[in-house]
């Protein structure tokens, strides 16, 4: 971030919900529930994979790969809003807005990679499963999700480094309740900022596209592949296996879709902050809820675990 030093900004406001004065108490209760829900949701995946050895599979490591990036996620972002919403004053440094940026791109494009590896396991798992043990070994798992880190990594830096070397000489207000990219580069100055607007909007939506691709491919021969088994029983069973990944795919990029692709044309600020909630609160919140209900070999493995712990009289 030295690049960025010539800047006259040294701190920004990040306006947030400050234009819902009367509904700010009620979004910090409902955003902290959701919050602590999502927190508890993941925690508890992981401890059921952790604890559950039938559950030590290539498809339960990926799932706690992406549990453990979605509560980094949120973590990056969340707390910050909370905080905001108790507080009046709502400042936030250069340096503090940056690792916020960084943060939360490296978080969210690893999550993207992690959906797109496991449409990658389902997809060898169902088309291929003779060769899956050798696909999808013990070592070569950790590669993928090592390979996912990284490139969430780079995405952060490169989206980071872009924006935080441009020249912000007036305004401070964020019309955000985050460092989110568009509404910090309206604020930046100098005659680089459309080539670097387009620039890091054109990767991050080719990135996020041709990993929607990749999985869509995937699930293309995954269908094809079910389609072709003689046996209704053996079709569902192998279709439910794939369902919950499949549901949180469209609930992902279903949001991002709205964010990245909207149309542009007159937009009200705080449309914007509500639509920032859908991605940054509401798919994190959905999703453990999604791979809890939706996935039965999980659902039972945490009644076993945990509920028969709690109610040790109904195990029986």
Known sequence: MQGANHSDVIEF???????????????????????????????????????????????????????????????????????????AHHSITFLACANQM???????????????????????????????????????????????????????????????????????????????????????????VPVVAKSVGLVCIMTLLGCFLLILLSYIFIVATILNIPSVESRHKAFSTCASHLTVVVVHYGFASVIYLKPKGPRSLEGDTLMGITYTVLTPFLSPIIFSLRNKELKNAMKKTFFSKLYPENSG
């Open 13 to 87: 406001i990040l306006i947030g919900f400050s234009t819902f004065p009367h509904l700010q108490l009620m979004f910090f209760l409902l955003f902290l529930l959701m919050y602590l829900f999502t927190l508890l949701g993941n925690l508890l995946i992981m401890a059921t994979v952790w604890s559950e050895r039938s559950l030590h599979t290539p498809m339960y490591l990926f799932l706690c790969a992406l549990s453990i990036s979605e509560i980094l996620y949120t973590l990056a972002i969340i707390p910050r809003m909370l905080a905001d919403l108790l507080s």
């Open 102 to 192: 960084f943060f939360s791109f490296t978080f969210g494009f690893t999550h993207s990679f992690l959906l797109t590896i496991m449409g990658y396991d389902r997809y060898v798992a169902i088309c291929h499963p003779l060769r899956y043990s050798m696909l999808m070994s013990p070592r070569g798992c950790a590669c993928l999700v090592a390979w996912s880190w990284v490139g969430g990594s780079v995405m952060g830096t490169v989206v980071t480094t872009a924006v935080f070397h441009l020249t912000f000489c007036g305004p401070n207000k964020i019309h955000h309740f985050a460092c989110h990219m568009p509404p910090l580069l309206k604020l930046a100055c100098g005659s680089s």
